[in-house]
């Protein structure tokens, strides 16, 4: 059966730090949470897969990351794509340029992107889903890697970072270049029969998801498949934190009561990507 009124709400940065570990499972256990999507080379990686392990019902997927992060290779390796600390760049824009302009440049992206994907395979876990940390398979050359790679490794489901249109209150600037990309990514999405959900939430409130907004989302929402993604942690400070991210707040929304009793009223279920594979064939439009 078709699940036509399904909600996936996903924990991104899991295994970037205890204090997000922490609250993933605060949020699965006692609140709303359903997946995570796991920071192979995070520092708490290995505390991120032995919770993961012990709870059976969170749905775990892989959130590359190619900006801003720890790499899963050794620096030397790719030289290209780090900064003097070792530290994949947080410089998007250049690294962008670079990407269209370089063929070394390339290269050691799909060998860090595939780096990665090979060290969520040996953890064993059922890979739910991919997401791209700070959304950067936007870039089409990014894009078309994460595609690649992850068919390879047997990828049936991948986020497109896109929101509808006009739902979301105080909605902001125009992202107009970030709305073409999204189609873009998309159609290639759909081409390679691949699936994502009928549009993603978080992007406009990131690290800002309070807890009348979540309650929002969870009320308004049309049926249909859909993901709310949040960052979840049990402190506002902490090693690799976003500053300005209210990751406590991210915590209590998800945990609140009243919004488990919203979701109830609402009629939806909690779902992982991988309970929609194989039952629809859900892109966006």
Same mark, same amino acid.
């Given at each position: 059966?078709?699940?036509?009124?399904?909600?996936?709400?996903?924990?991104?940065?899991?295994?970037?730090?205890?204090?997000?570990?922490?609250?993933?499972?605060?949020?699965?256990?006692?609140?709303?949470?359903?997946?995570?999507?796991?920071?192979?080379?995070?520092?708490?990686?290995?505390?991120?897969?032995?919770?993961?392990?012990?709870?059976?019902?969170?749905?775990?997927?892989?959130?590359?990351?190619?900006?801003?992060?720890?790499?899963?290779?050794?620096?030397?390796?790719?030289?290209?794509?780090?900064?003097?600390?070792?530290?994949?760049?947080?410089?998007?824009?250049?690294?962008?340029?670079?990407?269209?302009?370089?063929?070394?440049?390339?290269?050691?992206?799909?060998?860090?992107?595939?780096?990665?994907?090979?060290?969520?395979?040996?953890?064993?876990?059922?890979?739910?889903?991919?997401?791209?940390?700070?959304?950067?398979?936007?870039?089409?050359?990014?894009?078309?890697?994460?595609?690649?790679?992850?068919?390879?490794?047997?990828?049936?489901?991948?986020?497109?970072?896109?929101?509808?249109?006009?739902?979301?209150?105080?909605?902001?600037?125009?992202?107009?270049?970030?709305?073409?990309?999204?189609?873009?990514?998309?159609?290639?999405?759909?081409?390679?029969?691949?699936?994502?959900?009928?549009?993603?939430?978080?992007?406009?409130?990131?690290?800002?998801?309070?807890?009348?907004?979540?309650?929002?989302?969870?009320?308004?929402?049309?049926?249909?498949?859909?993901?709310?993604?949040?960052?979840?942690?049990?402190?506002?400070?902490?090693?690799?934190?976003?500053?300005?991210?209210?990751?406590?707040?991210?915590?209590?929304?998800?945990? =609140?009561?009243?919004?488990?009793?919203?979701?109830?009223?609402?009629?939806?279920?909690?779902?992982?990507?991988? =309970?929609?594979?194989?039952?629809?064939?859900?892109?966006?439009?």
């Amino acid at each position: 059966m078709v699940p036509l009124n399904c909600l996936v709400v996903t924990a991104d940065d899991f295994g970037l730090s205890r204090e997000v570990n922490e609250a993933v499972e605060i949020a699965h256990l006692t609140g709303i949470l359903s997946a995570a999507s796991l920071m192979v080379a995070g520092t708490a990686a290995a505390d991120a897969l032995e919770r993961a392990k012990r709870m059976s019902r969170l749905r775990v997927g892989l959130h590359v990351a190619v900006t801003d992060a720890r790499p899963a290779l050794p620096p030397e390796q790719i030289p290209r794509l780090v900064d003097e600390n070792g530290r994949l760049r947080p410089d998007l824009a250049r690294l962008g340029a670079e990407l269209a302009l370089s063929g070394a440049t390339r290269r050691q992206m799909r060998a860090e992107v595939e780096a990665q994907f090979q060290a969520f395979q040996s953890t064993g876990l059922k890979l739910d889903h991919v997401s791209v940390h700070q959304h950067y398979h936007l870039h089409p050359v990014v894009g078309a890697m994460v595609i690649d790679v992850g068919r390879q490794y047997g990828v049936r489901a991948i986020r497109v970072p896109r929101e509808l249109r006009g739902f979301i209150p105080e909605g902001g600037s125009s992202r107009r270049v970030e709305d073409a990309l999204s189609r873009r990514l998309a159609e290639r999405v759909k081409r390679v029969g691949l699936m994502t959900p009928d549009a993603v939430f978080g992007l406009r409130w990131s690290g800002r998801l309070t807890k009348a907004r979540l309650r929002y989302l969870v009320e308004k929402l049309p049926h249909g498949f859909w993901e709310i993604y949040a960052h979840p942690a049990t402190s506002d400070a902490f090693l690799g934190h976003a500053p300005g991210y209210r990751y406590a707040d991210e915590l209590s929304a998800l945990t =609140d009561p009243a919004n488990a009793e919203a979701l109830r009223l609402s009629g939806r279920r909690l779902c992982g990507y991988q =309970d929609v594979v194989g039952s629809a064939s859900t892109t966006p439009v």
